[in-house]
């Protein structure tokens, strides 16, 4: 069904708030009933904490709620004035402004708040600023503050790089034994590695039906319907409810039924989304009949490495195998990959400010990909939740331009 916007909405999306909705209640209440809670970067060892028996919070997921409700406009200055720079990413200062603040979209659903934690876990895969960040949450309550230091810009992902991030990461293990009180049964790692699998093969075949045109989804939807491959990989909800999604989207190509009414340009998003903007950007989108079919950020969460047989290094090889920690060779590569599968038209490039590890336009990288592919390429200038950032007028007036661009391509 249309939505006001236009955008044709899911119906799958009413289970999603269910399973969402789900989540959080049990995470309010973990500790409530003597579970301990870790925090978990969003691409740290998920597997590992579940295996555990730990409450599993996430908080880039609640950064990204404070982007979307753009409750972080006022909460990013609260952690200016402690400290904490504008140029760091607005994740962590939107975060950090809101447990200052006492002010988070949970409440508005009627539930406390962040759990506190027992015990932080990070992964510098993605950046230094996670390990930052949950540092200062450390220091605040006393907890401990454990991770894996992953290397950066990494070409080829040989042995000795996984032998290392795997090492590390079973090197956790006493550590979060102590804090959770029991030792690790490594069998249910494996089952918990194995329905994490399960999840990203679904995951990765909802965002695979956008190869089709018409793309039955776009990257706006994506941005919605991948919140149960973050927060609950790992946990059968987020299976049960991927093979719904999936089902629709499969009918949906069945019936030609189109994301983007009369679909004339296809799209790749490369960087963070604009949080705050999402509705606005997908309105204009679908008014210039143009689908972003597909983008890093969605593809993200997708773990192919991921093998319950071999749990330590197969998370090991998924982990560091992400396009944030590789070098612009593999980037540049999985970039031309995705758009010869997605039969993209153009390359939009999002360079958020405060986010320099997810903004791949700042070292000449759309000028040798428009090179290689031919293809007309966009840089927005904005943030993934500082709007302080962002031009609404520029963008709009650029991405018409860009649309002209494509039409004349
Ligand atoms: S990758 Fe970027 S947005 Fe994500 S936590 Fe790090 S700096 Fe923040």
Same mark, same amino acid.
């Given at each position: 069904?249309?939505?006001?916007?236009?955008?044709?909405?899911?119906?799958?999306?009413?289970?999603?708030?269910?399973?969402?909705?789900?989540?959080?209640?049990?995470?309010?209440?973990?500790?409530?009933?003597?579970?301990?809670?870790?925090?978990?970067?969003?691409?740290?060892?998920?597997?590992?904490?579940?295996?555990?028996?730990?409450?599993?919070?996430?908080?880039?997921?609640?950064?990204?709620?404070?982007?979307?409700?753009?409750?972080?406009?006022?909460?990013?200055?609260?952690?200016?004035?402690?400290?904490?720079?504008?140029?760091?990413?607005?994740?962590?200062?939107?975060?950090?402004?809101?447990?200052?603040?006492?002010?988070?979209?949970?409440?508005?659903?009627?539930?406390?708040?962040?759990?506190?934690?027992?015990?932080?876990?990070?992964?510098?895969?993605?950046?230094?600023?996670?390990?930052?960040?949950?540092?200062?949450?450390?220091?605040?309550?006393?907890?401990?503050?454990?991770?894996?230091?992953?290397?950066?810009?990494?070409?080829?992902?040989?042995?000795?790089?996984?032998?290392?991030?795997?090492?590390?990461?079973?090197?956790?293990?006493?550590?979060?034994?102590?804090?959770?009180?029991?030792?690790?049964?490594?069998?249910? #790692? /494996?089952?918990? &590695?194995?329905? %994490?699998?399960? =999840?990203?093969?679904?995951?990765?075949?909802? +965002?695979?039906? *956008?190869?089709?045109?018409?793309?039955?989804?776009?990257?706006?939807?994506?941005?919605?319907?991948?919140?149960?491959?973050?927060?609950?990989?790992?946990?059968?909800?987020?299976?049960?409810?991927?093979?719904?999604?999936?089902?629709?989207?499969?009918?949906?190509?069945?019936?030609?039924?189109?994301?983007?009414?009369?679909?004339?340009?296809?799209?790749?998003?490369?960087?963070?989304?604009?949080?705050?903007?999402?509705?606005?950007?997908?309105?204009?989108?679908?008014? #210039? /009949?143009?689908? &972003?079919?597909? %983008?890093?950020? =969605?593809?993200?969460?997708?773990?192919?490495? +991921?093998?319950? *047989?071999?749990?330590?290094?197969?998370?090991?090889?998924?982990?560091?195998?992400?396009?944030?920690?590789?070098?612009?060779?593999?980037?540049?590569?999985?970039?031309?990959?995705?758009?010869?599968?997605?039969?993209?038209?153009?390359?939009?490039?999002?360079?958020?400010?405060?986010?320099?590890?997810?903004?791949?336009?700042?070292?000449?990288?759309?000028?040798?990909?428009?090179?290689?592919?031919?293809?007309?390429?966009?840089?927005?200038?904005?943030?993934?939740?500082? #709007?302080?950032?962002?031009?609404?007028?520029?963008?709009?007036?650029?991405?018409?331009?860009?649309?002209?661009?494509?039409?004349?391509?």
């Amino acid at each position: 069904m249309p939505s006001e916007s236009g955008r044709k909405d899911f119906e799958s999306t009413k289970k999603m708030k269910g399973v969402m909705g789900k989540y959080f209640m049990e995470l309010m209440k973990g500790p409530e009933e003597g579970q301990k809670t870790a925090w978990c970067t969003s691409v740290g060892p998920a597997e590992l904490l579940r295996a555990l028996g730990f409450n599993v919070y996430f908080p880039e997921n609640h950064g990204a709620m404070l982007g979307a409700t753009r409750m972080a406009t006022d909460l990013i200055p609260v952690a200016n004035a402690r400290g904490f720079s504008p140029d760091i990413c607005s994740y962590l200062t939107s975060d950090i402004g809101s447990y200052l603040k006492g002010e988070s979209p949970f409440h508005k659903m009627k539930m406390p708040g962040p759990p506190k934690a027992d015990v932080l876990v990070f992964n510098t895969n993605q950046c230094r600023d996670v390990k930052d960040w949950f540092q200062w949450y450390a220091r605040e309550w006393d907890v401990p503050c454990v991770g894996i230091h992953t290397p950066r810009s990494v070409g080829e992902l040989d042995d000795s790089i996984i032998d290392d991030v795997a090492k590390q990461t079973e090197a956790l293990v006493p550590a979060l034994e102590d804090v959770v009180g029991q030792r690790l049964d490594i069998d249910k #790692l /494996k089952e918990i &590695v194995g329905l %994490s699998r399960q =999840c990203t093969d679904l995951w990765k075949a909802v +965002l695979e039906t *956008a190869a089709n045109v018409p793309s039955p989804i776009t990257f706006f939807d994506g941005t919605v319907q991948m919140g149960p491959a973050v927060v609950l990989r790992g946990h059968p909800d987020a299976i049960d409810y991927y093979e719904t999604l999936l089902a629709e989207l499969k009918q949906r190509v069945a019936d030609g039924v189109a994301a983007v009414a009369d679909e004339k340009f296809r799209v790749y998003w490369e960087g963070m989304p604009i949080w705050g903007k999402l509705r606005d950007l997908s309105t204009q989108f679908l008014e #210039l /009949k143009t689908c &972003v079919v597909a %983008s890093t950020y =969605c593809n993200s969460w997708i773990f192919d490495a +991921l093998d319950p *047989a071999d749990p330590f290094r197969s998370m090991a090889h998924a982990y560091t195998g992400l396009f944030i920690c590789r070098s612009d060779d593999c980037k540049e590569q999985y970039i031309a990959d995705m758009v010869a599968k997605f039969k993209v038209d153009g390359i939009l490039y999002h360079d958020a400010k405060t986010c320099p590890n997810n903004s791949n336009s700042r070292y000449e990288m759309p000028q040798r990909m428009q090179q290689k592919l031919g293809k007309p390429y966009l840089v927005v200038n904005g943030d993934l939740n500082d #709007l302080r950032l962002y031009s609404e007028e520029q963008t709009r007036t650029n991405i018409e331009a860009f649309a002209e661009q494509l039409a004349e391509a």
